[in-house]
């Protein structure tokens, strides 16, 4: 089932990626022409005295000035395999200068032994907030009452024109215990980063940083419990581009 909704997810983007040199020179000459963007945020290996997953951070959007379809994924890949991957399919909707509200589908998978998949519901609103500072909330709603919150906040600090510090929090917050997924109600997880990068294009930057991941709660109690690290400092290297 897992592998049937990722290549449905796939399909439907290289369809849509297909279509966009078409759709574009039609409509190049209306006023509110059909745009599209790729934006792999992180692609970074994470070293640290444990494991050194790859992790990933990207997102994609088709659409107009004023309603979008998003595409989300994040995940991790670990031991020749990926262990985590999440997806979501929003639409998006602007409802005031810098700000849109989207709402749509989410898909955990998780290959580890056990552990199960997980369905959402997703709303939330993604956009900038005074002085620039990217922010991305949502509220997920999953099956027999199971609700979570997160919260990204990140910022552009230009050393040059070239060189850019970015520092970058994230919380998730869980409505409820879920012992089969090893998720503790409350605040779950926190992380930390802050990375350097040098924009050798403005689509294209390498860079290096570190990041701090800690769990709290339940989930820390239940990390403990697995003998599993709850709280762990890690170097990152990476690249991000976007087209």
């Known amino acids: 089932m897992k592998f049937r909704f990722i290549t449905l997810l796939a399909l439907l983007v290289l369809s849509a990626a297909a279509l966009i040199p078409v759709s574009v020179r039609a409509e190049e000459m209306e006023d509110d022409p059909l745009l599209y963007?790729?934006?792999?945020?992180?692609?970074?290996?994470?070293?640290?005295?444990?494991?050194?997953?790859?992790?990933?951070?990207?997102?994609?959007?088709?659409?107009?000035?004023?309603?979008?379809?998003?595409?989300?994924?994040?995940?991790?890949?670990?031991?020749?395999?990926?262990?985590?991957a999440e997806f979501q399919a929003l639409y998006s909707r602007a409802v005031a200068p810098y700000w849109d509200f989207q709402a749509g589908v989410r898909r955990d998978i998780r290959q580890e032994p056990g552990m199960p998949d997980r369905n959402w519901l997703a709303l939330g609103f993604e956009g900038e907030a005074p002085y620039d500072i990217g922010i991305d909330t949502a509220l997920f709603l999953g099956e027999y009452g199971r609700s979570s919150l997160r919260f990204k906040a990140d910022y552009d600090i230009l050393l040059?024109?070239?060189?850019?510090?970015?520092?970058?929090?994230?919380?998730?917050?869980?409505?409820?215990?879920?012992?089969?997924t090893r998720t503790g109600s409350g605040l779950s997880e926190t992380e930390l980063g802050l990375r350097l990068r040098y924009e050798i294009l403005r689509e294209f930057a390498p860079y290096i940083g570190v990041n701090w991941d800690r769990l709290w709660g339940k989930t820390e109690d239940y990390a403990r419990?697995?003998?599993e690290s709850y709280d762990q400092v890690q170097f990152v290297m990476g690249v991000r581009f976007r087209f």
């Open 37 to 84: 963007m790729v934006d792999v945020e992180k692609l970074e290996m994470r070293v640290s005295e444990g494991d050194n997953p790859i992790e990933w951070d990207a997102e994609a959007w088709i659409g107009k000035d004023l309603n979008k379809l998003w595409f989300k994924t994040e995940g991790e890949y670990l031991d020749e395999k990926i262990d985590s």
């Open 160 to 180: 040059t024109q070239r060189l850019i510090l970015m520092p970058e929090f994230e919380a998730n917050l869980f409505g409820k215990n879920d012992p089969a």
């Open 225 to 227: 419990e697995d003998g």
